[in-house]
């Protein structure tokens, strides 16, 4: 009975976040990976960290606005692993777009706790690591002795972090997460980034044909700083054995992101599209992903 009282004060607590979130206009652009809805989804919460079983890699590359000169490139390598009740996982991601590159590297630690009924469990993650940006000096036009550009570079790395949290059934997927906890708990007017202040989503999969097919509709709000909240809406579509897969997502910002799958072994390549802003398309074209998972260990 407890128990019970207790799931239902947890999914209240989900719905209270997502209310929240959707309680400011949105509009503007803040553009995760797309690998992070739906087959890499601990970059974005480490409570995800050793969810999937055996040892899992992840790499992602991804290109965004090709027909504009120093056009951000993103790339990210991240890997998880469980064992018994306990996540264990690495995110290393690098971006560079113009003449700003970031780096971050964290490691996530994750606790997975059963609960009565099939499949019920609660996730609670947290990451912990080094965040540091850096100018590409050489191709500065600029005087020599530029002073801004020299105290940009002479910058530290910083500590930064995650936090994240999900309830999940063989159906439900309810998750939120905390992203770039230094931001959270101390102003930077220095910092280049209008980096995540909140993520929450609610997913369910529906079974088809026997479970041979599987559809699980999507939905995410995502903050920023100092822009508006950014919703996503969409579905993924896996055959079965997950050989095939396709996502779409519709994003707030009047952009869509499309994907295909495929799963050999234990290999899944994946890749993804996404539109720009209508009023952007002509002149920045879209942006171009491809996500390797590798699963080294099934058990």
Not at 30 to 43: A, D, F, G, K, V
Not at 102 to 119: D, K, Q
Not at 273 to 299: C, H, P, V, W
Request: include cysteine; hydrophobic fraction near 40%.
């Amino acid at each position: 009975m407890i128990k019970s009282i207790y799931q239902k004060i947890v999914f209240l607590s989900f719905c209270l976040i997502f209310l929240m979130a959707g309680a400011e206009p949105v509009s503007a652009q803040l553009r995760p990976l797309s690998t992070q809805y739906y087959e890499n989804q601990y970059i974005s919460n480490p409570s995800f960290a050793g969810m999937d079983k055996g040892i899992n890699i992840n790499l992602s590359y991804r290109n965004q606005w090709r027909a504009i000169p120093g056009s951000p490139v993103t790339m990210n390598a991240s890997g998880d692993y469980r064992y018994e009740k306990v996540g264990l996982g690495f995110n290393a991601f690098k971006d560079k777009a113009g003449l700003i590159s970031r780096t971050r590297i964290t490691g996530m630690y994750a606790y997975h706790l059963p609960l009565n009924g099939e499949n019920r469990q609660l996730h609670f993650g947290v990451a912990l690591g080094v965040m540091r940006e850096a100018l590409d000096n050489p191709n500065i036009i600029a005087m020599p002795d530029d002073m801004v550009a020299d105290r940009f570079s002479q910058r530290k790395g910083f500590i930064d972090g995650d936090l994240g949290m999900a309830y999940t059934t063989e159906r439900v997927t309810l998750q939120a997460a905390l992203p770039n906890l230094k931001k959270f708990f101390q102003k930077d007017e220095e910092n280049t980034i209008d980096g995540s202040t909140y993520f929450a989503a609610a997913s369910y999969k529906i079974g088809l044909n026997m479970d041979a097919v599987t559809m699980e509709p999507k939905i995410s709000f995502r903050g920023a700083k100092d822009i508006d909240n950014i919703w996503d809406i969409g579905t993924n579509l896996k055959f079965e054995n997950n050989i095939l897969s396709f996502m779409g997502m519709y994003h707030s910002d009047k952009s869509s992101t499309f994907g295909v799958g495929v799963k050999y072994n234990r290999y899944t390549l994946q890749g993804f599209y996404t539109s720009q802003m209508a009023a952007q398309r002509q002149n920045t074209g879209g942006d171009f992903e491809l996500s390797l998972k590798i699963n080294l260990r099934d058990y």
